[in-house]
């Protein structure tokens, strides 16, 4: 008999669910199926806790830590708080496998489509409106990394498939990333220098956040006031380092 050779990989628990916060403890209880309740003593909550119904809650995989408390749906506005990296790295690209993606039309019918690989950055947007509790909510957005050299300057260039350059270009142009303008030279990873231009920008959108995930990036109308942000650009949390969810974001 031939000996059988299967990977598993553990997911940590996300989804819907109920916060209570107590008196040293906080309380989570999924709406699934499995009537899932745990407790966790304060300190294990990463990032900001607060009671509510119908948010988002991440655990790690030992289901020990409170990875993430979010809104679970709702429009927000989000700022860029960092690019995804490991502690003491420089951000870094990782590569997405191709992937099976299933979603409902708008007349309710379930459909699929095939994902092909790709090489991604995540970035760590921040609520910063409308208020308490949601302030210093963060989420991951995952962000197709479609570089290239520019042989006629040295610099670097968004080059790939179409619609990674579009998603690309897009997210740089809303936070900040000016092509007319900014140049930077190009190296095997651009992402640090790229995240600094963004951050001394400080643009603010609107994340549509669907299922506990920003959806879509759209701009901020003209006239809506937007708060002033506080602390320093890149600050990092108060809490333990955030973790990306397994679970990818964009298209």
Known sequence: MPTEYKEIVKKNKTGKAEVRVLKDKVKVIYADEDNFIREFPIEDVEGVAYSAKDVFVSLNKDETIVRSIRPYAGTFVVRLQKFFAMPDEPPATFEEIARKVEFTDKEGKKKSFMAPARTIFTALLEVVAPGEPYDGAIYPYRVPYAVDRDMATGNFMIAGSPRNCQLMKDFLEKFGYDFNEDSLPHSSN??????????????????????????????????????????????????????????????
């Open 190 to 251: 651009v992402l640090p220098q790229l995240e600094a231009v963004l951050l001394e920008r400080e643009k603010s959108m609107f994340g549509i956040v669907q299922k506990g995930y920003i959806n879509t990036i759209e701009r901020i109308p003209l006239g809506f006031e937007v708060p002033k942000k506080k602390g320093k650009p890149g600050r990092k949390p108060k809490a333990k380092p955030y973790v990306i969810d397994v679970v990818p974001n964009v298209d």
